[in-house]
């Protein structure tokens, strides 16, 4: 069975939909907001539901769940993101309740966890339809890099599956994911600064024992790019630290707290690598925690990805405010504070080599002089 475009969320009296993890049929939620959920452990981190008589309740249900499917579909501050919406025929939408039409459309799905969503009149199943097992084809990745728009001839190369995967890839840099040899990639153009300098701060974090996304040098249309495979899988998928926030509130738990019993490690080591490179961009959209779909619970957080902001702020010794902790903290005393819990983890060599003027290779020196200080104290 090929792929079907659920159109019927843009029409009156949808009924009711089916909140899918794979094959399980974890909640179903109706259109006055009434809800059943059958596997709390299995729902999204970021969507809560009450079983409810109350109309506000059931208001509330409704609008978490337009968030939820918003959620899967790009930002409206994505470069290129009016081309995106235009070659796939969507409204350039900006409440959740549109943005979640144009998800629901493709079912919700994504390429960072195994969720989906289904009309209970529609059949279908998780391996007909999941993004893991179709390719992407090369017209739209012209669109998504470049902001091309789609001819009449190279839009019929695009099927429904192929614009999901792109279009629920969220960030501002012009993106999109390559399938080659059976492996996901996913492209980052921009700025040819950003793009050096995602590259070099890869290196960098090579040269320490922390987890990591490899960015390697690539070309599309003959202009430099940064290549990284995907990180998930049908079997590990990503929760943002965003979903996380909103699970913590919605179970009464202090987010800090529960990051560091999880992977305490891990995450003073993202604060030091970002600190030793500059990064300004550890917004909580592109850190988080690896999921077990088999189980649907958080292992620990996921490999430090996005480095094209890295390299800025990096006039000064102390950096910017660090974006991983409540309250405020520069990035020299959050790196500071991960340096003396979990330590420095310095493996290789940095080369000079690798940055592009005097200037910046001057100042990595002088922070990492910083935290060998603090280590050796």
């Not at 003959?222 to 995907?230: A, D, E, M, N």
């Not at 330590?343 to 003027?357: H, P, S, T, Y």
Request: hydrophobic share 40%; with cysteine.
């Amino acid at each position: 069975m090929g792929f079907r475009v659920n159109r019927s969320v843009t029409a009156r009296g949808w009924g009711k939909y089916l909140i899918m993890h794979k094959d399980r049929h974890v909640a179903t939620i109706r259109e006055d907001g009434s809800c059943t959920v059958y596997y709390p452990s299995f729902m999204p981190y970021s969507l809560y539901l009450e079983k409810s008589d109350d109309l506000d309740a059931r208001l509330n249900n409704l609008n978490n769940f337009y968030f939820w499917c918003a959620s899967r579909v790009l930002t409206l501050d994505r470069k290129y993101a009016k081309e995106i919406l235009n070659s796939i025929g969507a409204t350039q939408a900006t409440t959740d309740r549109e943005r979640a039409e144009i998800a629901i459309s493709y079912h919700c799905l994504s390429l960072t966890d195994v969720f989906w969503v289904r009309s209970e009149q529609e059949q279908l199943q998780f391996e007909e339809i999941s993004l893991y097992r179709n390719s992407l084809a090369g017209a739209f990745v012209d669109v998504s890099l470049r902001g091309r728009s789609l001819t009449a001839e190279n839009s019929e190369l695009i099927t429904e599956s192929e614009i999901a995967g792109d279009a629920a890839t969220s960030g501002v840099a012009p993106k999109a994911w390559v399938k080659r040899d059976g492996t996901f990639y996913l492209l980052k153009d921009g700025e040819l600064r950003d793009v050096e300098a995602e590259l070099v701060a890869s290196k960098i974090a090579d040269c320490f024992k922390a987890e990591h996304v490899i960015y390697d040098e690539d070309f599309f249309d003959g202009q430099k790019v940064s290549r990284s495979r995907l990180l998930t899988s049908e079997d590990f998928g990503i929760v943002p630290m965003e979903y996380v926030e909103i699970y913590c509130v919605n179970h009464d738990l202090d987010r800090d707290t529960f990051v560091k019993k999880k992977d305490a490690y891990a995450y003073y080591m993202m604060n030091i690598i970002d600190y030793l490179v500059g990064n300004t961009d550890r917004h909580w959209g592109n850190w988080g925690f690896l999921v077990d779909h088999a189980t649907n619970r958080l292992t620990h957080l996921h490999p430090l990805m996005d480095f094209n902001k890295a390299f800025q702020a990096y006039d000064i010794l102390d950096g910017t405010q660090c974006q991983t902790v409540s309250g405020v903290m520069s990035q020299r005393a959050a790196a500071l504070k991960g340096v003396r819990t979990v330590g420095l983890n310095q493996i290789a060599e940095v080369k000079r080599e690798w940055f592009r003027d005097e200037k910046t290779w001057e100042m990595f020196c002088q922070r990492l002089e910083v935290l060998r200080a603090a280590e050796q104290s």
